[in-house]
């Protein structure tokens, strides 16, 4: 079952892609920043997650889970550990992304070590607490009651042990077991040193780490007055350089190439708050060396990995009116006070001053004028309804439901996209219409015409057997229908809803075919939920209601789309339709294995070609005389551009590819020669000693800066609105580009 499951994740891995819904606009920098990459405040950010309010992601923006997330308690060894509301505590392995535990209510981690949590619940009788030691593979290797007690864990030669403090025995002993798919790596030591003057120990360093002769000079002159000190730690990778005194506090971070990743003053209140997290594959810029509060991450060649925006004052906005903002089609964009409570927004398009506070809907946006009365505008930024109504509701499978005013007269109409009236039929429909709207939802309070028309139920009072009753518009057949459940949410084919009273079935979340009118249990009630346009999830499990109701399992749709002119099939079509035999399969299988096999021993043969090129090196290095030999026997070894470009060189990211950071270090090792790089962002990449050939005019976003293209071959000089800001280009280059610059000037 668990192969199955496998596979049927793989191949919704295939057919759907990543989306980005929502933006961030930072009016003073003008920046555009992707939701999941913004935060307001970070709570606590890792090597491993950033935690901020309720949100738990990983150090490239994608969420750990969909839980919401009160507390994180330990990460190690392929597990993280956290607490979600009702003091339930959940244990999630990061390589697979299953949940491997999760406990009962009242729940709280005493300790934690190398994967394995010590659990207390509190049993509420007599207040006695249940101990559960739980282990990288969710399973429950030790388990006491008893009144409270303190307890710790330790790993003493590669064995967990579990010790009741204050007593000299141990609870619990066993061999350390590790996470699914985890593998131990090794990782280098964090060194510290502390001196009040210039040292060879901190020259050294300073060496090691290629740092410039300026760099070098500022820091032998600070050391040279009273009263400063300089704090260096570091690794095989990554250095970073305190500067401590009174007057003048300076922070340096710098890769093991030379790389400066940081290189300013700071503020005397951050000084004993900045250090950096590292290991030997990524570190990790604090908030409080950014002047935006941003937290970056960058990996040991000194590329950026990911950054963390701080969007404090910024403006949250849908995709769509984002485009709009970074096409010109909307200008003046701005904030307005709002007394609701949700952002309001301002802006114009054309010389027609705008306002809105919501968001785009079958590609249209509701807007108000200076007047108060309601229209729509489009995707391209027009204006294709204009404002003319009382109220109005966004639009909903093609529809959107509108008041008039006429005489002091109210009546509600039923518009298209085009603002062309639905319910105006005959004057006899539309008073219809209107009485259900007015009488049969009159309450005590004012109902959101929003609320009427889109997903959500309407109360009407009780029936005979004074029984609630539910009235919606059913955006199918367009009829208003009357309903005995509370309706949580509506689909074009499917309704999903709620059942709190029950006698004979079961209380919880129920979805019924609109169609065969078929009911199917979802989950009890008080289960995680969540309900989106396109999907919803209850129990965690993910459900997706198109033509037919399909199941994903436990596969995250948070930031994904289905990719277009894709039929989305289930789990047991899937596996039905395969046409690949058993037979089949297990030839499929041992060619893999033989090209795992291949793979390896072309790795292994690559390793040791290159410790022969290291050895070569160093002896280049002290025997000068002989460089043209070694040069020889360099070129001999055939290392350079041996290996082919594999099927993962690359990573989609919100519409454009990334090199995929496992081979970004050994780019040297790949024929890139032919490699098309178009809609590649290949800011900061380092081909320096590459084959790659590059059209500058076709990188993402025209954004070379920060590479090194010294060994690159150009395949245009055109470098008409192209980014160039700290590029590095061969002296051959910079002659010839100034040639063709001439001859262009020569054309004109």
Not at 128 to 149: A, C, D, M, W
Not at 244 to 258: F, M, N, S, Y
Not at 332 to 349: A, H, I, T
Not at 587 to 603: D, P, T, V, Y
């Amino acid at each position: 079952m668990q192969e199955e499951d496998s596979k049927y994740e793989k191949y919704l891995e295939k057919v759907f892609e990543a989306k980005d819904d929502y933006y961030y606009i930072n009016l003073e920098t003008k920046e555009v920043i992707p939701e999941h990459m913004s935060v307001v405040r970070i709570d606590e950010a890792t090597l491993d997650y950033v935690y901020h309010y309720d949100i738990l992601q990983d150090i490239e923006g994608n969420l750990i889970t969909e839980d919401k997330v009160t507390r994180v308690f330990d990460c190690s060894k392929g597990i993280i550990t956290y607490q979600k509301p009702g003091y339930v505590v959940v244990m999630k392995n990061l390589i697979t992304g299953e949940k491997i535990y999760e406990s009962d209510y009242y729940s709280l981690v005493l300790a934690s070590k190398d994967g394995y949590n010590l659990l207390r619940t509190y049993l509420g009788n007599n207040e006695y607490y249940e101990y559960v030691l739980i282990n990288p593979r969710g399973e429950k290797v030790f388990k006491t009651k008893s009144l409270e007690k303190s307890y710790s864990i330790d790993n003493f030669d590669g064995f967990i042990r579990l010790y009741q403090k204050g007593k000299d025995y141990i609870d619990f002993k066993e061999k350390m077991v590790l996470a699914k798919g985890y593998k131990l790596k090794k990782s280098s030591r964090i060194y510290s040193v502390e001196e009040c003057e210039y040292t060879k120990e901190v020259e050294g360093l300073l060496d090691k780490f290629k740092i410039s002769k300026e760099i070098k000079i500022l820091v032998k002159r600070y050391l040279e007055i009273k009263n400063r000190m300089v704090h260096l730690r570091y690794n095989d990778m990554f250095l970073e350089v305190l500067l401590t005194g009174k007057d003048e506090e300076r922070a340096i971070i710098a890769t093991l190439e030379g790389k400066i990743l940081y290189n300013d003053r700071i503020e005397y209140f951050y000084l004993w708050r900045i250090e950096s997290e590292f290991n030997d594959e990524v570190i990790m810029i604090p908030s409080s060396l950014d002047i935006h509060n941003n937290i970056s991450y960058y990996d040991a060649h000194g590329n950026l990995v990911s950054r963390f925006f701080n969007v404090t004052g910024s403006l949250w906005v849908d995709k769509t009116l984002a485009n709009l903002y970074k096409l010109g089609k909307i200008t003046n964009l701005g904030k307005e006070k709002s007394y609701s409570g949700r952002r309001k927004l301002s802006f114009k398009v054309g010389e027609k001053i705008l306002k809105t506070q919501y968001e785009f809907k079958d590609n249209r946006l509701k807007v108000t004028d200076e007047k108060g009365l309601f229209g729509f505008i489009d995707d391209n930024g027009e204006v294709v309804i204009e404002p003319q109504y009382y109220e109005a509701d966004n639009f909903y499978y093609g529809t959107a439901k509108v008041k008039r005013k006429n005489n002091n007269e109210e009546y509600i109409e039923v518009i298209d996209i085009n603002g062309e009236v639905l319910s105006k039929d005959d004057d006899t429909k539309r008073k219809e219409f209107n009485r259900y709207y007015s009488g049969t939802f009159k309450m005590p309070y004012t109902l959101s015409f929003s609320k009427q028309l889109e997903y959500t139920n309407y109360k009407e009072a009780k029936d005979f057997w004074k029984n609630d009753v539910y009235y919606y518009y059913d955006i199918r057949d367009s009829k208003l229908l009357m309903s005995k459940y509370e309706l949580v949410r509506q689909y074009e084919n499917y309704l999903v809803y709620l059942v709190k009273k029950a006698y004979f079935n079961e209380k919880g979340y129920y979805v019924v075919d609109k169609r065969t009118k078929e009911k199917t249990f979802l989950g009890s009630l008080g289960v995680n939920t969540r309900f989106c346009d396109e999907y919803f999830v209850v129990d965690d499990i993910t459900y997706y209601p198109k033509d037919e109701l399909i199941n994903l399992g436990h596969f995250n749709l948070f930031y994904r789309k289905l990719k277009k002119g894709i039929r989305l099939v289930s789990k047991d079509e899937y596996l039905k339709n395969r046409i690949i035999t058993l037979e089949e399969e297990d030839e499929e299988e041992k060619k893999r294995e033989e090209e795992k096999a291949l793979l390896e021993r072309q790795r292994a043969d690559l390793l040791r070609k290159k410790k022969e090129n290291a050895a070569l090196e160093q002896e280049k290095a002290n025997l000068l005389a002989k460089i043209k030999d070694l040069e020889a026997k360099q070129h001999n070894l055939h290392i350079l551009h041996s290996l082919v470009v594999p099927g993962d060189f690359y990573v989609e990211l919100n519409g454009y590819k990334v090199i995929n950071p496992k081979y970004i270090k050994e780019l040297k090792d790949y024929d890139l020669l032919t490699y098309d790089f178009s809609n590649f962002s290949l800011r900061g990449v380092n081909f320096k000693g590459t084959n790659a050939a590059i059209n500058p005019q076709n990188v993402y976003n025209k954004d070379i800066s920060g590479a090194d293209l010294s060994d690159v071959t150009l395949l245009s000089y055109d470098f008409r609105d192209v980014n160039m800001e700290e590029t590095t280009f061969t002296n051959e280059f910079v002659q010839m580009y100034q040639e063709s610059v001439l001859k262009l000037k020569k054309k004109k």
